[in-house]
């Protein structure tokens, strides 16, 4: 949970064993844990949470640790069957919290400067969660397409539908007036592709994506409005995924390649090029679409690992990482930087002030120079590494087991990413 894109669940949210603020105190638990948290606080530091808490009699480490080991049924049941609460106390519980009004000086002025910036005029929002809902609202149901692209077609962050967070995306930049040069609902051809797969309209969609900029709530409407089994959905994504030119439209996809990079032959669907043009349009590199380099590829300086350190580390200066790490981050990336001699901030500072490969190798060869025997040492060394004890041996199969069980072939950090670039973006 990235909450420095979306908010957490509304506090009124009962999704997580009934209680309010429980979902709320999930989303911030798992951002804690992925150091994700941006401007909100976890814990014994948040009133809410710790309101929880106390109720529940679980510590704020107990409970980051059980979000981490349980989805959110799980998760509900741990909670109900650790804090041993009855249906009575928890509805309790709530009456008292979604009932509670701003009971200091500092709390009123707050709820009335969120009204006076959010939503001015209005007279039916009093209390303390009420407050903070118009607050996550008011900072988030924004989205500025003409500063960065939408999600890619690929993302499935809501509903597990692919499409429909981009969608989300061009809904809200519509709405705010900040679209760009993308179009949203009957203008674009992939929307009504989507909608029509949903049965939801354009209009409908967009006020449910307004008002809901958390993820997972507007997943969960999406879903209560669409009807669809996860078959149908499994279908609909690769579908879409994969759509490519007909013959009556491959010479206007020829034609949007050309104009778009000329260069890539590769490119065989809409989505891809989309992805591309979203992402030439904005001079990003985004591993939210497409995977890194592949560690083996040596087309810089020589070096393995090295063309895939320079795209992590763009992705980390455009904000668009993703699930990969980069820098201090990774053991891998910290083995490529301690080989060369720079520090992770100097090299991405370089990648701020070089802007392709052929600068990023001259530089490195001007100032921090290796020897062909060096870098053929190197390149052994790093294609040939895997766990040397027990506790990364254990780490390494238990990925293996994850996303892709019947490989027992993998024994190398560099076969291991491969394994899982390839997984992560294939559908």
């Known amino acids: 949970m990235d909450l420095t894109h979306q908010p957490p669940r509304r506090p009124s949210n009962l999704g997580v064993a009934g209680i309010v603020g429980a979902a709320r105190m999930t ?68 009456d008292t919290a979604l009932s509670q009004l701003p009971d200091t000086d500092a709390h009123r002025q707050r709820l009335k400067d969120r009204i006076a910036r959010y939503a001015p005029g209005s007279t039916d929002i009093t209390t303390v969660l009420q407050s903070m809902e ?81 993820n997972l709530e507007i997943g969960a409407w999406v879903l209560e ?27 206007r996809f020829n034609a949007r390649i050309q104009e778009i990079d000329a260069s890539r032959t590769d490119i065989e669907t809409w989505v891809a090029l989309q992805d591309l043009d979203d992402q030439l349009s904005f001079g990003i590199i985004d591993l939210n679409r497409r995977a890194p380099r592949s ?34 981050d990774s053991g891998v990336d910290r083995a490529t930087l301690s080989f060369l001699g720079v520090s992770a901030a100097e090299f991405t500072e370089a990648l701020n002030r070089l802007s392709t490969d052929a600068e990023v190798e001259a530089w490195l060869k001007a100032d921090h120079p290796k020897s062909d025997a060096d870098i053929a040492a190197y390149n052994e060394r790093m294609t040939q590494m895997g766990p040397t004890d027990e506790r990364y041996k254990a780490l390494m199969a238990k990925m293996i087991q994850r996303i892709a069980p019947d490989r027992t072939d ?18």
Not at 226 to 246: M, R
Not at 295 to 322: E, F, W
């Open 134 to 214: 118009l607050d996550d609202w008011g900072s988030f149901w924004q989205v500025d397409l003409t500063a960065r692209p939408p999600r890619s077609a690929r993302a499935k962050d809501i509903a597990g539908i692919c499409g429909v967070a981009r969608m989300a995306d061009k809904a809200r930049a519509e709405r705010a007036e900040k679209i760009g040069e993308y179009v949203y609902g009957d203008a674009s051809g992939q929307d009504v592709r989507i909608l029509t797969f949903l049965g939801i309209s354009a209009a409908d969609f967009q006020e449910a994506a307004v008002n809901n900029p958390n």
């Open 295 to 328: 560690p083996y590829d040596t087309d810089v300086y020589g070096m393995v690992q090295l063309a895939r350190l320079i795209d992590k580390g763009r992705a980390s200066n455009s904000n668009s990482l993703g699930a990969y790490f980069y820098g201090e």
């Open 225 to 251: 409005n669409c009807d669809k089994s996860q078959d149908e959905i499994d279908a609909f994504n690769e579908t879409l995924v994969n759509y490519g030119p007909n013959a009556a439209s491959q010479e």
């Open 410 to 427: 993998i024994n190398t950090w560099f076969a291991l990413m491969l394994l899982d670039d390839e997984k992560t973006f294939a559908l």
């Open 27 to 94: 989303d911030k638990a798992r951002a804690h844990n992925a150091e994700t948290l941006g401007e909100y606080i976890y814990g014994e530091s948040s009133g809410l949470d710790q309101r929880v808490l106390t109720f529940l009699g679980i510590s704020a480490d107990a409970f980051a640790e059980a979000t981490d080991a349980h989805d959110d049924t799980a998760l509900g049941n741990w909670v109900l069957e650790t804090s041993g609460k009855t249906a009575a106390e928890i509805a309790a519980f709530n």
